[in-house]
């Protein structure tokens, strides 16, 4: 059950973009704000959905999600992916500056120890999510504030994740290479 609540509240998460575009005409966002909060408050009660870590983050999305049921604002519902990157950006990056960064703290619960190599490695590949995170959260805000209807939805509903989908995979590949080079001096 907690594997099919944490699909189905990603696949609508997803779907956000596509959602608020259809409504767009209707001017009907406060039903994509109030599904967003359904989703977010849904995570929030469900087991383990309010860990330490993301709670502010559900926090800050339930506001958001709230702030756009309200007001019914355009403008609100479409700056919601830049809030995310936004706030991703702040996870990660916090990790940066309070070790372990956010890449170590998931390959160290997902797989073998971490040497000194491992740790600098995984330093590295939360640096480059941050950059993405970054530029990301630029081209949504574009998208968002000058960009058409149509061509937001298509960023942020679709683009923005086949580009996280070729990071995650780019950096697989490159840690596979890695991983085989000999170490320098060993």
């Known amino acids: 059950m907690r594997t ?3 699909a189905g509240t990603f ?21 994509a704000g109030l599904a967003l909060l359904g989703v977010l408050v849904i995570r929030w009660l469900a087991p383990g959905g309010a860990r ?8 800050a999305g339930v506001a958001f999600a709230a702030a756009i049921a309200l007001t019914n604002s355009e ?25 372990p960064s956010m890449i170590e703290r998931i390959a160290r619960a997902t797989g073998p120890a ?26 949504a805000l574009a998208t968002a504030l000058v960009g058409s209807r149509a061509t937001w939805a298509l960023y942020n ?14 950096e697989r590949v490159v840690r596979e290479f890695w991983r085989r080079r000999p170490v320098a001096g060993g």
């Open 4 to 6: 099919l609540l944490a």
């Open 75 to 99: 403008t609100l519902a479409r700056l919601y992916p830049v809030a995310v990157s936004a706030t991703l950006l702040a996870a990660f990056g916090a990790t940066l500056l309070r070790p």
């Open 114 to 139: 971490l040497d000194e190599r491992g740790v600098r490695y995984t330093r590295v590949v939360t640096v480059i999510w941050c950059g993405f995170f970054v530029a990301n959260g630029a081209v």
């Open 52 to 59: 330490q870590q993301t709670v502010a983050a559900l926090a």
């Open 11 to 31: 696949v609508l998460l997803a779907a956000y973009p596509f959602i608020v575009y259809l409504l767009m005409d209707r001017g009907e966002l406060r039903v």
């Open 157 to 170: 509903g679709l683009v923005s994740y086949l580009l996280a989908g070729a990071l995650l995979v780019g």
